[in-house]
């Protein structure tokens, strides 16, 4: 089972990222599926979650509007497409799964989501 999120990279504040994260090992068919971000010697903090059909997602204030969540369960995966970058913004972006019985979408702690991925790198410099 695996989750391997791609597409981080440097950006200037103000500019734009796509990142994407594929599953592999397994189908996360049903599954609630999410991104969360994280700086060093920070708790890990949600971003932005969304069904399984994609009718229905979920930001943290801070990203609304900005953000956006999506997938395609053809091929497995999922995107963030972030938009007007912010310095406080660089961090390590996860992507996560929940269990697919687990259908609260705005069940955002780090603890409600049963698989992860290894991350990838964002840095937003001003």
């Known amino acids: 089972v695996q989750l391997q999120a791609s597409g981080g990279g440097l950006v200037q504040a103000g500019g734009s990222l796509r990142l994407s994260c594929a599953a592999s090992g397994r189908t996360f068919r049903g599954s609630i599926m999410g991104w969360f971000r994280q700086v060093p010697g920070q708790e890990r903090e949600f971003v932005a979650a969304?069904?399984?059909?994609?009718?229905?997602?979920y930001y943290v204030d801070s990203v609304k509007g900005r953000f956006t969540i999506s997938r395609d369960n053809a091929k497995s995966t999922i995107y963030l497409q972030m938009n007007s970058l912010k310095p406080e913004e660089t961090a390590v972006y996860y992507c996560?799964?929940?269990?697919?019985?687990?259908?609260?979408?705005?069940?955002?702690?780090?603890?409600?989501?049963?698989?992860w991925g290894p991350g990838t790198q964002v840095t937003v410099s001003s």
């Open positions: 996560a799964a929940k269990e697919p019985w687990l259908t609260n979408l705005q069940a955002t702690s780090v603890r409600a989501y049963n698989y």
């Open positions: 969304i069904s399984w059909t994609g009718s229905s997602t």
